[in-house]
């Protein structure tokens, strides 16, 4: 059984339509799991943020309890990293000397 040159419009429309909602719904899919993993990942940010707020205020209240126990020794401490970022961010500044041109071998 052959196919008429009028039956042909009406059956490529059909597979065209039937294929773009194929492909519209596969998009609205995609597009709702995108958006379910976003909320999910946003989600996992604000707890590790809080997490980490929390942590951090730890840290600084144990940290000013060492300061205010040892207070000479912090402040040398403090004195010392801060020379040394110093020193560091002189060296990373300044101009690299040129290499030295190396001299072609004669045999």
């Known amino acids: ?5 009028p039956e ?3 059956t490529a429309a059909r597979r065209l339509t039937g294929a773009t909602h ?3 719904d596969a998009l609205r899919g ?8 976003g909320s999910a ?9 809080g997490e980490m707020l929390a942590r951090s205020q730890r840290a600084g209240r144990s940290l000013r309890t ?3 126990e040892h207070p000479a020794e ?4 403090v004195g010392a990293a801060a020379f040394a970022l110093g020193w560091l961010l002189r060296r990373t500044r300044e ?4 290499a030295p041109a190396r001299r072609a071998r004669r045999r």
């Open 74 to 77: 912090s402040l040398l401490l």
């Open 41 to 49: 990942g946003a989600e996992q940010a604000r707890a590790l943020t």
């Open 66 to 68: 060492i300061v205010e």
């Open 95 to 98: 101009p690299q000397p040129a």
């Open 8 to 10: 042909m419009p009406d």
């Open 22 to 24: 194929a492909v519209v």
């Open 1 to 5: 059984m052959s196919i008429g040159w």
């Open 30 to 37: 995609a597009a709702e799991a995108a958006a379910r993993r």
